[in-house]
C-alpha cells in the first residue's frame, strides 16, 4: 500500500471535491480517495506507487490544479 499526498488549488466545494474524486477514481491501482475542498488537500491510498504526472493530468482534466505534497 502506498498514500500519496497532494495540494489541489481552486476546489471550493463539494461538487468540486466530486469532480476531482471522479476523474482519480480512473487511476489504475487507487483504493481509497480522501479530497477536501476546505483544505485544498487530495490524499490517495493505492496498491503500489502511483506516476505523479498520471495523477496531476487527472486533476487537470477535473479543472483543478495540483502539487505533490
Known amino acids: ?6 495540494r489541489v488549488t481552486g476546489m471550493t466545494c463539494g461538487h468540486c471535491e466530486m469532480s476531482v474524486r471522479e476523474e482519480v477514481e ?6 481509497d ?3 477536501s475542498a476546505q483544505t ?3 490524499v490517495i491510498t ?8 498520471v495523477v496531476l493530468a487527472a486533476v ?8 505533490r505534497a
Do not use: K, P, Q
Open 26 to 31: 480512473l487511476i489504475a491501482g487507487v483504493e
Open 40 to 42: 485544498g488537500e487530495l
Open 1 to 6: 500500500m502506498a498514500t500519496t499526498e497532494y
Open 46 to 53: 493505492s496498491a503500489a506507487e502511483l506516476d505523479d504526472a
Open 33 to 35: 480517495i480522501r479530497v
Open 60 to 67: 487537470t482534466e477535473a479543472g483543478y490544479s495540483a502539487v
